[in-house]
């Protein structure tokens, strides 16, 4: 073992009260002595022959037994105890800590939980006087590092005193009581004290009662609480009282700890916690020796993983940890904190905290400075478990620098804000822009508009609702951006005027400003989702991870979203605020070019299939609480483009219901079940409606029910169904997690479709005859407009579905990989087996992608379904730059469209005729 400090060594050896002990033993113990001075007074005191015995051994349940023993005694023999247990305690863990290569954080969590025990020792102590008047007891609430089980050496304890009593009556008590505990605990005398006790950290400080009702609480930290005191109750733990009392007042303090949004008014709190944190570490650690106060010390770390807890927290309830380590290993998880990083966090505290209780070990003083005499700084190393003190100022510089470097790097500076200081009015914010206006090409009537908006907002959010303006002008002012966006801009800030949380939030996410311009820039309908449910920007500003190829992450959420929602219409305005979100964020993937069309039409296919089936359940829930539901197997078929997995924006959701049920009631829960699905989905709000749903591709029709038994869709597609219908056919898929029910419908589906071959003439000539009766009906105006019917016109994609469809009828029997639902991935197959020219095929495939692309920008800037362009429409140069086409090139990208509608209907005629 080594020695830490010579002279104690030697002072204990030649001590003639020890030399009776063995020499092994007596050498361990004089190493223990060596520790420090205070070891050296603590180990003296002590049966040694106990200590030997148990030095490695910290066992809770012992020490509250032994506590429980004498809590009978007088207060002076009580209190005489108890030091007498926390020194024999503290001792066994500074021997552990520094000989046995304890992990610090055990050291800590013991340091806790010995003050946990005693705590709870004197609780129980004083209950026995005010039990018997009050009937209540107080609750004891640790904070700080008490509370997170990371308390050091020689540390206060931080508490704060809780009761949910109201009557005047008591308060008193329960101040006398808290104080009665506090004496006890800060007793101080020859056998040394048991803690130092600080409720400052309390609501009000010291101008307030000791001990505070629950109602008093929650009152003052909604009224007055500020940002330091949101850290502070990071770390409450409950010690003693009752447990319920506490679950309710933080279920009730969560909302207030934990911020929905991180907004300006919160980041600038921190910003001036951390400017704070920086004064004093300059202030109080000129020679940087401080390890907890000076920079790159203790409190800069912990205030980095706080800060974190506290912005993020909101959103993700896995923040919400009480531990340092337990905190940074979830930030690390959920992706805010790379992984070196956290690990060098984890690494750095626990060396910090390490050397913050070398020192405290000198003397049980509450110190934080390195000592400047050498001799004692080798001292400090030694406890650390170093030899070479060189190696010991090197690695501590190493840390600390890393920590400071985390510290700066939090929240970013201070932006400059230009002269958006002490806004009052309308004539202060157009003073400060004024030579911004000048480079802004935006429209008098529009800046005028924004000025004036600035006089519609309470004083406190002026100077925010100048930042936003500022930073929309500096956005826009390199642009020349159309009137129309500059509108639906001028639009969306009046109504964010009504909501200025909004302001707060775009104030400090600077890059959703930017993101807003190119929304109403790209996609008017974008904008337009945005302007009439400005909450969207909630979503849009969680950093997620949702995987969107997978339907049953879109699913997950939506259910995550909906935990602790009971009411149905709040459930609904949820989802489809989160469905226009989505929207929003897969819009932004696609027009900066992050995923392309076909993972487009894929994300937007398996958010609507979660929509829909989260939309089910809870509609099951309300039906059957007036209707008895049956035993059944239940599916839906999805059709079309949700089948096929190609949703755009504003596509219908084409749907067939097929159940299975012995019960003469289902055919009528089903029918109220749909029904109520249908009018949920297609409703219009606020926020919009969900999907249109569209049933016309069920059995019969829409002349046939709402819901289809599995035995008469079988029935119907076996001896009634048409061509048309079973070119449909190829497209469905059963919606939701696979079961033996959706594998036997799949399994008939593909019997239908591909047992056999159609004959060729006969398929061939009922394609054609449905293909013309689609393009008179829905086309007609293409041959005699000046128009392009994208879809149902002259090679348009109807024809490229058309043929697709032909081939998996008349070969699919034959060629398996051609039965696939997907369109993508239908023309690579086909390409492999080689039953077309593959030129061809990759011309079709161009083709369909060149169209399909068409309809997206229709639709992103029309913000409805419609196929047709007119040639000479003002939509043209949008479509043709949404298209990749410059802007001097849209009538190359007007005569490319006709010779492609040209070439498909070549094929369409070569292929359905040949």
Same mark, same amino acid.
């Given at each position: 073992?080594?020695?830490?400090?010579?002279?104690?060594?030697?002072?204990?050896?030649?001590?003639?009260?020890?030399?009776?002990?063995?020499?092994?033993?007596?050498?361990?113990?004089?190493?223990?002595?060596?520790?420090?001075?205070?070891?050296?007074?603590?180990?003296?005191?002590?049966?040694?022959?106990?200590?030997?015995?148990?030095?490695?051994?910290?066992?809770?349940?012992?020490?509250?037994?032994?506590?429980?023993?004498?809590?009978?005694?007088?207060?002076?023999?009580?209190?005489?105890?108890?030091?007498?247990?926390?020194?024999?305690?503290?001792?066994?863990?500074?021997?552990?800590?520094?000989?046995?290569?304890?992990?610090?954080?055990?050291?800590?969590?013991?340091?806790?939980?010995?003050?946990?025990?005693?705590?709870?020792?004197?609780?129980?102590?004083?209950?026995?006087?005010?039990?018997?008047?009050?009937?209540?007891?107080?609750?004891?609430?640790?904070?700080?590092?008490?509370?997170?089980?990371?308390?050091?050496?020689?540390?206060?304890?931080?508490?704060?005193?809780?009761?949910?009593?109201?009557?005047?009556?008591?308060?008193?008590?329960?101040?006398?009581?808290?104080?009665?505990?506090?004496?006890?605990?800060?007793?101080?005398?020859?056998?040394?004290?048991?803690?130092?006790?600080?409720?400052?950290?309390?609501?009000?400080?010291?101008?307030?009662?000791?001990?505070?009702?629950?109602?008093?609480?929650?009152?003052?930290?909604?009224?007055?609480?500020?940002?330091?005191?949101?850290?502070?109750?990071?770390?409450?733990?409950?010690?003693?009282?009752?447990?319920?009392?506490?679950?309710?007042?933080?279920?009730?303090?969560? =909302?207030?700890?934990?911020?929905?949004?991180?907004?300006?008014?919160?980041?600038?709190?921190?910003?001036?916690?951390?400017?704070?944190?920086?004064?004093?570490?300059?202030?109080?650690?000129?020679?940087?020796?401080?390890?907890?106060?000076?920079?790159?010390?203790?409190?800069?770390?912990?205030?980095?993983?706080?800060?974190?807890?506290?912005?993020?927290?909101?959103?993700?309830?896995?923040?919400?940890?009480?531990?340092?380590?337990?905190?940074?290993?979830?930030?690390?998880?959920?992706?805010?904190?790379?992984?070196?990083?956290?690990?060098?966090?984890?690494?750095?505290?626990?060396?910090?905290?390490?050397?913050?209780?070398?020192?405290?070990?000198?003397?049980?003083?509450?110190?934080?400075?390195?000592?400047?005499?050498?001799?004692?700084?080798?001292?400090?190393?030694?406890?650390?478990?170093?030899?070479?003190?060189?190696?010991?100022?090197?690695?501590?510089?190493?840390?600390?620098?890393?920590?400071?470097?985390?510290?700066?790097?939090?929240?970013?500076?201070?932006?400059?804000?230009?002269?958006?200081?002490?806004?009052?009015?309308?004539?202060?914010?157009?003073?400060?822009?004024?030579?911004?206006?000048?480079?802004?090409?935006?429209?008098?009537?529009?800046?005028?508009?924004?000025?004036?908006?600035?006089?519609?907002?309470?004083?406190?959010?002026?100077?925010?609702?100048?930042?936003?303006?500022?930073?929309?002008?500096?956005?826009?002012?390199?642009?020349?951006?159309?009137?129309?966006?500059?509108?639906?801009?001028?639009?969306?800030?009046?109504?964010?005027?009504?909501?200025?949380?909004?302001?707060?939030?775009?104030?400090?996410?600077?890059?959703?400003?930017?993101?807003?311009?190119?929304?109403?820039?790209?996609?008017?309908?974008?904008?337009?989702?945005?302007?009439?449910?400005?909450?969207?920007?909630?979503?849009?500003?969680?950093?997620?991870?949702?995987?969107?190829?997978?339907?049953?992450?879109?699913?997950?959420?939506?259910?995550?979203?909906?935990?602790?929602?009971?009411?149905?219409?709040?459930?609904?305005?949820?989802?489809?605020?989160?469905?226009?979100?989505?929207?929003?964020?897969?819009?932004?993937?696609?027009?900066?070019?992050?995923?392309?069309?076909?993972?487009?039409?894929?994300?937007?296919?398996?958010?609507?299939?979660?929509?829909?089936?989260?939309?089910?359940?809870?509609?099951?829930?309300?039906?059957?609480?007036?209707?008895?539901?049956?035993?059944?197997?239940?599916?839906?078929?999805?059709?079309?483009?949700?089948?096929?997995?190609?949703?755009?924006?504003?596509?219908?959701?084409?749907?067939?219901?097929?159940?299975?049920?012995?019960?003469?009631?289902?055919?009528?829960?089903?029918?109220?079940?749909?029904?109520?699905?249908?009018?949920?989905?297609?409703?219009?709000?606020?926020?919009?409606?969900?999907?249109?749903?569209?049933?016309?591709?069920?059995?019969?029709?829409? =002349?046939?029910?709402?819901?289809?038994?599995?035995?008469?869709?079988?029935?119907?597609?076996?001896?009634?169904?048409?061509?048309?219908?079973?070119?449909?056919?190829?497209?469905?898929?059963?919606?939701?997690?696979?079961?033996?029910?959706?594998?036997?419908?799949?399994?008939?589906?593909?019997?239908?479709?591909?047992?056999?071959?159609?004959?060729?003439?006969?398929?061939?000539?009922?394609?054609?005859?449905?293909?013309?009766?689609?393009?008179?009906?829905?086309?007609?105006?293409?041959?005699?407009?000046?128009?392009?019917?994208?879809?149902?016109?002259?090679?348009?994609?109807?024809?490229?579905?058309?043929?697709?469809?032909?081939?998996?009828?008349?070969?699919?029997?034959?060629?398996?990989?051609?039965?696939?639902?997907?369109?993508?991935?239908?023309?690579?197959?086909?390409?492999?087996?080689?039953?077309?020219?593959?030129?061809?095929?990759?011309?079709?495939?161009?083709?369909?992608?060149?169209?399909?692309?068409?309809?997206?920008?229709?639709?992103?800037?029309?913000?409805?379904?419609?196929?047709?362009?007119?040639?000479?429409?003002?939509?043209?140069?949008?479509?043709?730059?949404?298209?990749?086409?410059?802007?001097?090139?849209?009538?190359?990208?007007?005569?490319?469209?006709?010779?492609?509608?040209?070439?498909?209907?070549?094929?369409?005629?070569?292929?359905?005729?040949?």
């Amino acid at each position: 073992m080594r020695i830490i400090d010579e002279e104690l060594y030697h002072k204990f050896l030649e001590n003639e009260e020890f030399k009776g002990l063995e020499k092994k033993q007596r050498e361990f113990l004089a190493c223990v002595a060596s520790i420090s001075p205070f070891a050296y007074r603590t180990l003296i005191k002590q049966d040694l022959k106990n200590f030997l015995n148990n030095f490695s051994i910290f066992n809770p349940e012992s020490i509250e037994s032994e506590i429980l023993n004498f809590s009978n005694s007088d207060e002076e023999s009580f209190l005489k105890s108890l030091k007498e247990i926390k020194y024999r305690e503290l001792l066994k863990i500074i021997t552990r800590d520094v000989f046995f290569n304890q992990d610090v954080l055990q050291t800590l969590k013991e340091l806790s939980q010995l003050a946990d025990l005693i705590i709870k020792g004197v609780f129980d102590f004083t209950s026995r006087i005010f039990l018997k008047k009050i009937g209540n007891p107080i609750c004891l609430i640790a904070m700080g590092k008490l509370g997170s089980f990371e308390l050091n050496f020689s540390s206060d304890i931080d508490i704060m005193y809780v009761h949910d009593s109201e009557s005047v009556e008591f308060e008193e008590d329960y101040n006398k009581w808290a104080l009665k505990i506090n004496k006890l605990l800060s007793h101080y005398n020859q056998d040394g004290f048991l803690y130092r006790v600080d409720n400052d950290i309390r609501p009000g400080g010291k101008s307030s009662p000791l001990s505070m009702s629950v109602k008093a609480v929650m009152n003052f930290y909604a009224l007055y609480g500020e940002t330091w005191q949101r850290i502070a109750l990071l770390r409450a733990r409950l010690v003693c009282g009752k447990q319920d009392i506490f679950d309710g007042l933080f279920s009730e303090l969560n =909302q207030y700890i934990y911020r929905k949004y991180v907004d300006f008014t919160m980041v600038n709190e921190l910003r001036e916690l951390k400017l704070k944190i920086n004064r004093e570490s300059l202030a109080r650690d000129l020679e940087g020796r401080n390890i907890k106060l000076g920079m790159g010390g203790i409190r800069e770390l912990e205030f980095f993983v706080q800060t974190l807890q506290i912005m993020f927290g909101g959103k993700n309830k896995k923040l919400r940890v009480l531990h340092i380590i337990d905190a940074i290993n979830a930030l690390k998880r959920e992706k805010i904190l790379e992984d070196h990083e956290a690990i060098k966090l984890i690494d750095s505290y626990k060396f910090l905290r390490k050397v913050e209780n070398a020192i405290q070990m000198e003397d049980e003083q509450q110190v934080y400075m390195l000592p400047n005499d050498k001799k004692k700084l080798v001292m400090v190393a030694k406890r650390c478990g170093y030899d070479v003190l060189d190696k010991f100022v090197e690695d501590l510089d190493d840390y600390r620098k890393f920590v400071s470097k985390m510290f700066a790097n939090l929240l970013g500076e201070r932006e400059d804000r230009g002269n958006i200081k002490g806004i009052e009015n309308s004539e202060d914010l157009e003073r400060s822009i004024v030579d911004l206006i000048k480079k802004v090409n935006m429209g008098n009537e529009n800046i005028k508009e924004l000025i004036k908006q600035v006089d519609r907002l309470s004083i406190k959010y002026r100077e925010t609702y100048g930042i936003v303006v500022r930073e929309l002008l500096m956005k826009l002012r390199d642009y020349n951006y159309s009137e129309d966006v500059m509108n639906k801009l001028t639009e969306f800030m009046k109504v964010l005027i009504k909501k200025p949380v909004y302001l707060s939030l775009l104030a400090e996410n600077k890059k959703i400003i930017e993101m807003l311009i190119h929304f109403f820039s790209a996609s008017p309908f974008l904008g337009r989702i945005l302007i009439n449910s400005p909450e969207t920007l909630d979503f849009l500003l969680i950093k997620d991870d949702i995987q969107r190829d997978i339907w049953y992450e879109y699913f997950k959420t939506t259910q995550s979203l909906l935990n602790n929602i009971d009411d149905f219409e709040i459930q609904m305005k949820v989802i489809r605020q989160y469905k226009n979100s989505e929207w929003l964020k897969i819009g932004m993937l696609y027009s900066n070019n992050i995923i392309g069309l076909e993972e487009l039409e894929l994300y937007l296919t398996n958010l609507a299939e979660a929509c829909l089936l989260s939309v089910m359940d809870l509609c099951k829930k309300l039906v059957a609480q007036k209707i008895s539901e049956p035993r059944q197997d239940v599916a839906i078929i999805g059709m079309g483009k949700l089948g096929s997995m190609e949703m755009n924006y504003f596509s219908d959701l084409d749907l067939i219901f097929l159940y299975c049920s012995e019960d003469e009631n289902a055919g009528y829960f089903n029918t109220k079940l749909f029904q109520k699905v249908i009018s949920t989905l297609t409703i219009v709000t606020e926020e919009g409606s969900l999907y249109e749903v569209d049933m016309r591709l069920r059995p019969t029709g829409s =002349q046939g029910p709402l819901v289809t038994t599995f035995n008469n869709f079988k029935e119907y597609h076996l001896r009634s169904s048409w061509i048309f219908e079973k070119q449909a056919l190829t497209r469905a898929r059963v919606l939701g997690e696979n079961n033996k029910f959706h594998e036997e419908i799949e399994s008939f589906i593909k019997d239908v479709l591909y047992s056999k071959p159609f004959e060729e003439d006969y398929l061939k000539r009922e394609i054609r005859n449905m293909r013309k009766k689609i393009e008179d009906e829905l086309a007609s105006k293409e041959k005699v407009m000046d128009m392009f019917e994208i879809k149902y016109g002259q090679g348009g994609l109807t024809d490229i579905e058309f043929i697709i469809q032909y081939l998996k009828l008349r070969y699919g029997a034959v060629y398996k990989e051609l039965q696939h639902i997907s369109t993508y991935k239908f023309f690579k197959k086909l390409k492999e087996v080689g039953l077309i020219d593959i030129n061809t095929v990759s011309e079709l495939e161009n083709s369909y992608i060149f169209l399909k692309k068409i309809d997206m920008a229709l639709r992103l800037m029309l913000g409805y379904s419609k196929h047709s362009i007119k040639m000479e429409s003002e939509n043209i140069l949008n479509i043709a730059t949404f298209m990749g086409y410059k802007k001097d090139k849209s009538k190359k990208f007007l005569e490319d469209l006709k010779k492609l509608k040209k070439e498909v209907r070549k094929k369409f005629i070569k292929i359905l005729n040949g």
